[in-house]
Nanobody
């Protein structure tokens, strides 16, 4: 089974914080990359942060001073802690997994074959 379910989104004011959760299965959590993407209206979906198959994490340069990714290896949850939120962080946030043979989170979005339904984050000023 390959299921990803996001939660934790909501509406916050500028400077606020949110913690997103992604409930994965052992199959998707232990993928070669499990990651957070976001898509704002009218924009392409972009990688925000990821964790590879051996637990190495990376966060996009644009948010690395405010966002952190972590995982719960026992219960198969992936988290995205978002602090000091800005209006430009407003987007639909997705959890996704790549189960191909590349043990990293680099590469094209096409690698990610499993997706959650997304959770909306809205930041207002």
């Amino acid at each position: 089974q390959a299921q990803l379910v996001e939660s934790g989104g909501g509406s916050v004011q500028v400077g606020g914080s949110l913690r997103l959760s992604c409930a994965a299965t052992p199959y998707t959590y232990n993928a070669n990359c499990i990651a957070w993407f976001r898509q704002a209206p009218g924009k392409e979906r972009e990688l925000v942060a990821g964790m590879d198959g051996i637990g190495r994490t990376n966060v996009d340069d644009s948010v690395e001073d405010r966002f952190a990714i972590s995982g719960d290896n026992v219960n198969y949850f992936l988290y995205l802690q978002m602090n000091n939120l800005k209006p430009e962080d407003t987007a639909l946030y997705y959890c996704a997994a790549a189960v191909d043979t590349i043990n990293s989170c680099i590469g094209s979005i096409g690698r990610f074959t499993y997706w959650g339904q997304g959770t909306q984050v809205t930041v207002s000023s």
